[in-house]
């Protein structure tokens, strides 16, 4: 099996606690600000707290209906959360699961970085199109920036 890695990082002024309880409440605020994203996402066992399986339907924007993922991990202490999609058609048939690693790493100024990466589990020695590749980092920069722009004009928020 091949296994494809993607990251990048993303400097935003907000502190790494606000982003990680927004991304906390993923299910709530990610279909409110990336609509064209994220039509729902519902937790269909588990408390949201790692071993929740959770049920996607993304929005129009994307060329993909659902998905299904299970939180591995959410450490409040690391600003970190684990999570791998195992089912849907946004494995492209191309993948047997895809294993997200989205951290949030304090800066010395009080804002963080934003650290997603993605491992792409791909089926035999299947490769990935780097269009692909592009289009998810590309959706996950929108959502981020939807999600900091949303805690700007809600600072009270999280």
């Given at each position: 099996?091949?296994v494809?890695?993607?990251?990048?990082?993303?400097?935003?002024?907000?502190?790494?606690?606000?982003?990680?309880?927004?991304?906390?409440?993923?299910?709530?605020?990610?279909?409110?600000?990336?609509?064209?994203?994220?039509?729902?996402?519902?937790?269909?066992?588990?408390?949201?707290?790692?071993?929740?399986?959770?049920?996607?339907s993304?929005?129009?924007?994307?060329?993909?209906?659902?998905?299904?993922?299970?939180?591995?991990?959410?450490?409040?202490?690391?600003?970190?959360?684990?999570?791998?999609?195992?089912?849907?058609?946004?494995?492209?048939?191309?993948?047997?699961?895809?294993?997200?690693?989205?951290?949030?790493?304090?800066s010395?100024?009080?804002?963080?970085?934003?650290?997603?990466?993605?491992?792409?589990?791909?089926?035999?020695?299947?490769?990935?199109?780097?269009?692909?590749?592009?289009?998810?980092?590309?959706?996950?920069?929108?959502?981020?920036?939807?999600?900091?722009?949303?805690?700007?004009?809600?600072?009270?928020?999280?």
């Amino acid at each position: 099996m091949a296994v494809i890695t993607s990251e990048f990082e993303i400097a935003s002024s907000l502190p790494a606690s606000k982003f990680f309880n927004a991304y906390r409440d993923f299910n709530n605020i990610a279909p409110k600000v990336d609509p064209e994203t994220y039509k729902t996402l519902v937790d269909i066992e588990g408390d949201g707290g790692a071993g929740t399986i959770r049920d996607i339907s993304f929005g129009d924007g994307v060329p993909f209906t659902n998905g299904k993922l299970k939180l591995d991990v959410v450490d409040s202490n690391n600003f970190s959360i684990i999570y791998t999609i195992f089912e849907g058609d946004i494995l492209m048939g191309q993948l047997d699961s895809m294993t997200h690693h989205v951290k949030f790493i304090p800066s010395p100024d009080g804002g963080c970085v934003y650290k997603p990466t993605v491992m792409y589990n791909c089926k035999g020695e299947t490769q990935l199109p780097e269009e692909a590749l592009n289009m998810v980092k590309e959706g996950f920069k929108k959502t981020f920036n939807a999600i900091e722009g949303f805690i700007h004009a809600n600072p009270q928020t999280y």
